[in-house]
């Protein structure tokens, strides 16, 4: 199997996991990416599990790179970057404003350096604007983009940061997808490109469809909708928990069905979706007791039967040896060297029916740095000098 992206060169100054997470996607498809680390190494090498300077959090996100270790501060290290720009395709960073320039990287140096470089840049804010200089983590970011909001404590109503990095995390799709825009684009035109993505504007466009549809409408707005999802949260059954979705006419049906309530289908509180999510807690309220009688499996199986959605609540251990997952082979596991086997996530695209390979190992700090310099060109005496002077980090 050819890989989509076999022929692309990637290099990686991002650091923990909206720009990490962009490449180590594209690096699945077949890109090849070179991690620039400082010597300290990327935070994420310090969150999670770890084994020495492998934390689980840095393989997931960095699986499949080969780093090198500079002190990026020193001239020769920016030589040593400029470099490495002139034989890449894509440069991704997620630096603050100014930074790439205080690295002798500014858009008209790459721009001379390499003219058909795609030069991908995430901030937390922008650009430009009055947050613009802000530090942004994705808890920042849930907090300014409305998330927060949209996830509130059932008992307090306060807003809750989700437990997950979902900001930095939907912020790497969107950069993903836009690097590849931006390779097919140059395939037609030769042209490289700056692409500018901000986490908050990534986390308003997920935001919008649904947490946000009660502000698309500005002349004469309809009726505010019920916030979505508000009644939505998991249902009590004997054994466990199930999560459950039934926009669809015949899937309300089906669902009140199963539950043994045929008489709610009609019942007028309930009649259309629309009707529903305004008497979403009465209706919460009606089936709630139907649910807690039976066990999850029961449930779940007379809701198959019925064509209603539902799913069992994994507990996190849970997930890797559920039916589905294991069918779908959707984890995997690689040999990581010293570390031993690691688990991983298999990137889910599949092309022409087939999965892309097993993600190779994350690499550790400075790994490769002396293969990559040797492959563009630095001698071993220019080596040397990098070594001895402290610019580089093996």
Partial sequence: MTLPLASVRILDLSTVLSGPIAAAMLCDQGASVIKVESHEGDTSRMIGPAKGDLSAMFIASNRGKRSIALDLKAPAAQA???ALVTQSDVLINNFRPGVMDRLGLSDATL???NPRLIHLSITGFGATGPASGDKAYDAVIQAVGGVCASQRDPQTGNPMVLSTAVCDKLTALTAAQAV?????????DGQGRKIDIAMLDATLMFQWPDAMYNHVFLDEPPTPFPEFGASQKPWKTADGFVASMAPQQAEFSGQCRALNRPEVIDDPRFKTLPMRGRNAKVLRETLEPSMAQFTTEELVNA?????????????RSEVIQDPQVVHNQSCVEIDHGRVGRVRLARSAPRF?????????????????????LREIGWSEAQIAQLQQTGVLKI
């Fill in 180 to 188: 590849s825009a931006a390779l097919f684009a140059r395939e037609r």
């Fill in 352 to 372: 022409d029916g087939q999965a892309l390979p097993a993600p190779k190992p994350a690499p550790h700090l400075g790994e490769h740095g002396l293969a990559i």
């Fill in 80 to 82: 040593v970057l400029q």
């Fill in 111 to 113: 721009k001379s350096l």
């Fill in 303 to 315: 809701m198959r039967r019925e064509g209603a959605p539902m799913g069992r609540v994994n507990e």
